[in-house]
Structure formats: structure tokens, C-alpha cells
């Protein structure tokens, strides 16, 4: 996973199992995709879990950089399509990302939080800008 320094200090909480484009890897195709669950898994889901998962993985901008570029957060709606509460902590959650356009530093991205038995339970589309 992208840990500090490069990534945020809370991105220490969880295990990453990408099975897409890893950041800095200079691909054409900009998604991200794989397994995230806490290290120390809640009692139970709540809404901020579920945003905190969502907001863990990096932006799908950096798999198409080969060196490091800090970017930061200019939309974040977020939309809760379950209830958490029916979410196994123990479980890992399934994220896919995918950027759907980029202009002038703006790059227009969606995330989505799937659970293992194949429900869309959080949906957040995101946009970024690049900081010179």
C-alpha cells in the first residue's frame, strides 16, 4: 500500500490487496482496484468506516505518474447504498476505481465499495487536482 510518507498517516490502519494499477507505475489506464479491510477491525460497520475505506486508496491519477505528485481533494459526495451494519468487519470489502476525465490538473474519478457477496455498499465520486 502507499503508507507515509507518501500517503496519509491513517492509511497505516488498514491491509491493501491491489489487484490493479499500483501508484507511480506509469500505466495508461487509470483504476485501482482491490481488497481492503482495518487492521483492527470495528465491532461493527458504521458510515465513517465506509468512508474511511473509500478514502484510504489512493487516487487513480498516480498509477499514471512515475514520480511522486501531491494531489488534493476539491469534491467528495458519498453515497451509503447498504446498510453497514449488515457488513462482516471480519471481511475484507471489495474497491474498484476508475478516473472518467481529466482536464487542467482536474481529474474526475469514481470509487465504489463492493461487499464479498456482491452488493454496491458506498459509491464516491471524487474529484482531485494536482498541486504544483
Not at 12 to 34: D, N
Request: proline share 11%; with cysteine.
Amino acid at each position: 500500500p502507499v503508507e507515509p510518507p507518501l500517503g496519509p498517516d491513517f492509511a497505516r490502519a488498514f491491509e491493501y490487496r491491489s489487484t490493479g494499477v499500483l501508484p507511480f507505475s506509469g500505466s495508461k489506464e487509470l483504476t485501482c482496484e482491490g481488497f481492503i479491510r482495518a487492521k483492527k477491525p470495528p465491532a461493527k460497520f458504521t458510515i465513517p468506516d465506509l468512508i474511511a475505506y473509500t478514502d484510504a486508496w489512493w487516487p487513480t491519477a498516480l498509477g499514471g505518474e512515475e514520480t511522486v505528485r501531491p494531489m488534493g481533494t476539491v469534491a467528495f459526495p458519498f453515497q451509503v447504498l447498504a446498510d453497514p451494519a449488515t457488513l462482516n468487519p471480519e471481511e475484507p470489502l471489495r474497491y474498484r476505481a476508475r478516473a472518467y476525465a481529466a482536464h487542467d490538473g482536474f481529474i474526475s474519478e469514481v470509487r465504489e465499495l463492493w461487499s464479498l457477496d456482491g452488493r454496491l455498499v458506498a459509491f464516491n465520486p471524487q474529484t482531485f487536482v494536482y498541486i504544483k
